[in-house]
């Protein structure tokens, strides 16, 4: 009952999850990120269990594919799980066990997964494939997390569930042990959309929260972002017209 995109970005090698479901709380039981090593979801009928076992096999160094071959043999009911995983080397595999209703289904691409079950039709999975390829944040300089919000909004206005979203969630890691970006959206009437709304708040922050733990005299949050907000309207008043 999710859709999902899982994602490496070629350029910095980060990766990240991210997704909204009908269920509360999706962000509690799904995602799984391992620097360094690969980032996936255990979904449908969610198993911490399995997320947890997926996350120490990347830990291992096993690629996308071997995890998943994992997965699938050590899970008496992985006829009920859809799995999406991709490595740091940007390989891609999944798997999409039957859902009671609606569609379920995934689509493998470059360094990314995008799947869904219990979604309105195979539309949204290929509207979160077409974003991450080539939507809105698809550049190679593009950052990832723009692109994983990108592709979850993209799923919603494909259609998502018949019966909404009421959670959705966004986990991003990049080379430090802890992430770079984690939000949940765990009850909401439109959580995709705010989820949007705490990301773009967050978003010029997110240099700051990366800089504090090895600067503690840094200024306090509001306080810096005006400075910079000040240097950046200084810098630009000296362009040429």
Known sequence: MTFTAVARCPRT??????????AVAVG??????????????????ADPR??????????????????????????????????????????????????????????????????????VSAGVVEAIAASLE?????????????RLIAAVEAGAQAGGQAEGQRSAAILVFDTEPFAHLDLRVDLHDDPVAELRRIYDRLKPLIPYFRQRPYDPAIARDDHWLAARERAVQAFEAHLPS
């Open 28 to 45: 509690s039981r799904c995602p799984v990120v391992v620097p360094g090593y690969g980032a996936a979801s255990v979904q449908l009928i």
């Open 13 to 22: 090698g980060m990766l990240g999850v991210a997704m909204a479901t009908r």
């Open 50 to 119: 399995q997320t947890q076992l997926c996350g120490r096999l990347l830990a291992l160094g096993y690629s996308a594919p071997k995890v998943l071959a994992e997965l699938r043999a050590s899970d008496p009911h992985i006829g009920r799980r859809q799995i999406g995983i991709v490595d740091s080397y940007g390989n891609a595999a999944a798997f999409s066990g039957e859902t009671k209703g609606g569609y379920s289904g995934h689509v493998l691409g470059r360094q990314f997964v995008a799947m869904g079950n219990a979604v």
């Open 134 to 146: 080539a939507g809105p944040g698809a550049s190679e300089g593009a950052d990832l997390c723009d």
